[in-house]
Nanobody, 123 residues
Framework: QVQLVESGGGLVQAGGSLRLSCAAS????????MGWFRQAPGKEREFVAT????????YYPDSVKGRFTISRDNAKNTVFLQMNTLKPEDTAVYYC????????????????WGQGTQVTVSS
């Protein structure tokens, strides 16, 4: 069982940066691939980033590639999402998720989810 708690969201101007954190409980955190997803009002939850248990493998969709960076610290049971050059279209609730095994961009592959943190980018 893994419990996830996101933090770091807020209001930022376009072009600014935010760093999201996701703290995980459970002693097997390092066994899980982690992902970040987001959901804007009226839209489906979409994939943002994923990282392997080792941190050596990452994957991003084109919409955030080059602007967002996912990383993890297994000693602290935490995964991060550094978001730079934010755009108004990045506004959404951001969710952290965990899955056993390899990375995935499919939300249905993830077993555990956090409650989300709001990110609002003003123009």
């Amino acid at each position: 069982q893994v419990q996830l708690v996101e933090s770091g969201g807020g209001l930022v101007q376009a072009g600014g940066s935010l760093r999201l954190s996701c703290a995980a409980s459970g002693r097997t955190f390092s066994s899980y691939a982690m992902g970040w997803f987001r959901q804007a009002p009226g839209k489906e939850r979409e994939f943002v980033a994923t990282i392997s248990w080792s941190g050596l493998e990452t994957y991003y969709p084109d919409s955030v590639k080059g602007r967002f960076t996912i990383s993890r610290d297994n000693a602290k049971n935490t995964v991060f999402l550094q978001m730079n050059t934010l755009k108004p279209e990045d506004t959404a609730v951001y969710y952290c998720a965990a899955k056993y095994g390899s990375i995935s961009r499919r939300k249905n592959d993830y077993d555990y989810w956090g409650q989300g943190t709001q990110v609002t980018v003003s123009s």
